[in-house]
């Protein structure tokens, strides 16, 4: 087998992070479209996506930001102080500039919207061939 090859063969393991069901349903579908990705925890709080996180030790966290007992942003920094190497994708409804940079500061490595699903789709998929 060539190293290409094995490139295309490795799964990305994703912990979805949102308290909306309907967002998580949505996502669940979307990834279950990409070959190599697999979702393998969905978290309806920031304490459940903490604790997650550090169980199963994903290769892409996907974040909400506003979520009860623990905030997207909390999350995010615990994951970062444990995990350098994790990348971080917060998907939210809100667009502000300021918490984007917030987000990006906190060590997120992607602040999207979540009207922006196709752009979260090919950033796994990109993780998928990097990796």
């Given at each position: 087998m060539r190293v290409e090859e094995w490139q295309y063969l490795r799964e990305?393991?994703?912990?979805?992070?949102?308290?909306?069901?309907?967002?998580?349903?949505?996502?669940?579908?979307?990834?279950a479209q990409v070959e190599g990705c697999v979702?393998?925890?969905?978290?309806?709080?920031?304490?459940?996506?903490?604790?997650?996180?550090?169980?199963?030790?994903?290769?892409?966290?996907?974040?909400?930001?506003?979520?009860?007992?623990r905030s997207g942003i909390q999350v995010l920094r615990d994951i970062r102080d444990e995990d350098p190497n994790a990348v971080i994708i917060m998907f939210t409804a809100d667009p502000s500039v300021l918490l984007r940079d917030v987000c990006l500061e906190a060590g997120a490595n992607f602040?999207?919207?979540?009207?922006?699903?196709?752009?979260?789709?090919?950033?796994?998929?990109?993780?998928?061939?990097?990796?």
């Open positions: 990305l393991k994703i912990v979805v992070a949102d308290d909306s069901t309907i967002v998580r349903e949505h996502l669940k579908r979307a990834f979702l393998i925890g969905m978290a309806e709080d920031g304490a459940e996506a903490t604790n997650m996180v550090r169980a199963l030790k994903p290769d892409v966290v996907v974040l909400d930001i506003s979520m009860p007992h602040y999207l919207d979540k009207s922006q699903l196709q752009e979260l789709i090919e950033i796994c998929e990109d993780q998928l061939v990097q990796n």
